[in-house]
């Protein structure tokens, strides 16, 4: 008897455990389909501007990545039109599938030319950002408006050293401390917008003058955010520039300053992620 109840339970393990294997095996190739079909969100690339860098997005960076958004935030290099435009097309280059592109500020002005010619970028997001046409400068698109408070009354300048032959003033400028905050970052805390002010990355006038490429925004699907106090750029300069390239939204952030990505970081990171949304 002892050795027929031994088989006996010998077989039914043994066909338990193929009927638990079975349904594991089942669960994981379900699990996977579901998961295929599924497709994989787009990278967000966030482009600081002038006098800022990478970590204005922190808040933004937070909320993007518990939606579950790859997210890459790059240095911009603050030097010339062209030469960051391609910096920012480079990092782009070793991005694979869909990709939203934001600016804020200046950097408004290198996404709309590091996107141009590349199918990955799907969607650009432009947030208190200059967004240029074909031969605009960012001193050009100043006159568009009144509000903007950047001028040679308000910046320091310093040089610093370039390649011979280089074709703009070896200078690079930053806001004066004294008008930092309200220039730049009027809601936020004296703290933050002294830290802020102490720790700022210069811009080069090359900034300024350099001319625009085709833009990206005359093929890719835009968005706008515009701050009511934007004191930098000028609120009536970023409306001008939003209307002119007809996003397919404008959001308008009350109150905001011209460092709305860091005072209202949700506002911010709902306009991306709709931007996003669009890609699918």
Do not use: C
């Not at 393990?13 to 079909?37: P, Q």
């Not at 970028?121 to 967004?131: G, I, P, Q």
């Not at 955010?225 to 952030?253: C, E, F, N, S, Y």
Request: proline share 9%.
């Amino acid at each position: 008897m002892l050795p027929l109840i031994w088989a006996r339970s010998r077989a039914l393990r043994a066909s338990l455990l193929a009927t638990v294997a079975a349904l594991l095996i089942g669960a994981a190739l379900t699990s996977s389909t579901a998961l295929a079909k599924q497709p994989a969100k787009p990278t967000v690339v966030l482009v600081h501007g002038a006098f800022a860098d990478a970590s204005g997005w922190g808040d933004v960076i937070d909320r993007l990545e518990r939606k579950g958004y790859p997210v890459i935030a790059p240095a911009n290099p603050l030097r010339g039109v062209s030469a960051d435009a391609d910096y920012i097309r480079a990092v782009l280059a070793t991005i694979d599938g869909p990709i939203v592109l934001v600016g804020h500020s200046y950097g408004g002005v290198v996404i709309t030319n590091a996107a141009t010619g590349n199918p990955n970028v799907k969607a650009l997001v432009y947030v208190a950002a200059f967004a240029p046409d074909e031969g605009d400068t960012v001193q050009s698109l100043g006159a568009l408006g009144t509000d903007g408070g950047l001028g040679p009354a308000t910046l320091d300048l310093r040089p610093y050293p370039v390649p011979a032959g280089f074709p703009f003033p070896p200078l690079e400028g930053t806001i004066k401390l004294n008008v930092f905050r309200h220039i730049f970052a009027a809601d936020l805390s004296r703290r933050q917008a002294r830290i802020m002010s102490l720790s700022q990355r210069p811009a080069a006038l090359a900034t300024l003058a350099e001319p625009t490429g085709p833009p990206a925004w005359k093929i890719i699907p835009s968005w706008y955010l515009v701050p009511t106090r934007d004191h930098a750029i000028g609120t009536d300069v970023l409306l001008a520039m939003a209307k002119r390239i007809h996003p397919r939204k404008i959001v308008k952030a009350k109150g905001a300053s011209h460092v709305v990505m860091i005072s209202r970081p949700g506002l911010t990171t709902d306009l991306i992620t709709t931007a996003a949304r669009s890609t699918r």
